[in-house]
């Protein structure tokens, strides 16, 4: 597996605090994405960076924003959670819409 | 917007019978590709597809790119259970930028 590392791996959290999930590759690729998944809905973009602090809108975007200070690391924000957040996150590395190379996942459930 | 269709959304079969899952995108695509998710983990990529017409072989999976470039199929001949996982086409957004996935096909096998 590509050198992608997600944290923390397993979350729970309260309605209305923030929360921040954090993704660290090795790889030095260009691009970094943040995606969700839920039953019934597949992966849905996030939002997404092209370079440090190059940042863009996804497919579902309300509610998230995003980081990108260094290369390796790209961090996704709820800035007060909601139980309609309640998901597992996924990073992903790649050069642009080629090849995309996923981390672990994190599980966050927000009661 | 563009889309990514995939069909059916689960399937079930018996060890040794044959899959196919259909993925159908709602523009023309430059390439897609194929991820495998096994239960629990992170969506894997299998193959990327380019060309018109084309048709790339990995031991028991047949993958299909269709004439018009806008539609795909993976084949599993003969499942086992370690096939189990779902299963996602993507192709590239208009801006060459991401990956939008279809929402998968999730097979299951009984031996």
């Known amino acids: 597996d590509a050198g992608i590392t997600q944290s923390p791996r397993h979350k729970v959290t309260e309605t209305g605090t923030p929360v921040t999930l954090r993704c660290h590759q090795t790889e030095n690729h260009r691009y970094m994405y943040w995606y969700r998944q839920d039953p019934g809905h597949g992966l849905r973009l996030i939002h997404y960076s092209y370079g440090v602090k190059d940042t863009d809108k996804g497919e579902v975007s309300d509610g998230y924003s995003v980081s990108r200070s260094k290369t390796e690391d790209f961090l996704l924000t709820l800035e007060s959670a909601t139980s309609s957040q309640t998901s597992v996150y996924f990073c992903a590395i790649g050069s642009g819409a080629d090849t995309q190379y996923f981390g672990p996942g994190t599980r966050l459930t927000v009661l | 917007g563009q889309q990514v269709m995939q069909i059916p959304q689960y399937q079930h079969v018996q060890e040794g019978e044959d899959f196919t899952t259909y993925c159908n995108s709602s523009?023309?695509?430059?390439?897609i590709q194929w991820y495998k998710q096994r239960p629990g983990g992170h969506p894997v990529f299998l193959i990327q597809l380019v060309k018109s017409g084309e048709v790339k072989k990995q031991k028991r999976l047949t993958f299909q790119f269709g004439e018009a470039k806008k539609n795909s199929s993976l084949h599993i001949t003969a499942t086992q259970t370690t096939d189990v996982g779902t299963y996602f086409c993507?192709?590239?957004?208009?801006?060459?930028?991401?990956?939008?996935f279809g929402k998968g096909t999730t097979l299951s096998v009984s031996s």
């Open positions: 993507a192709g590239r957004n208009q801006a060459g930028t991401a990956l939008i």
């Open positions: 523009t023309t695509l430059s390439n």
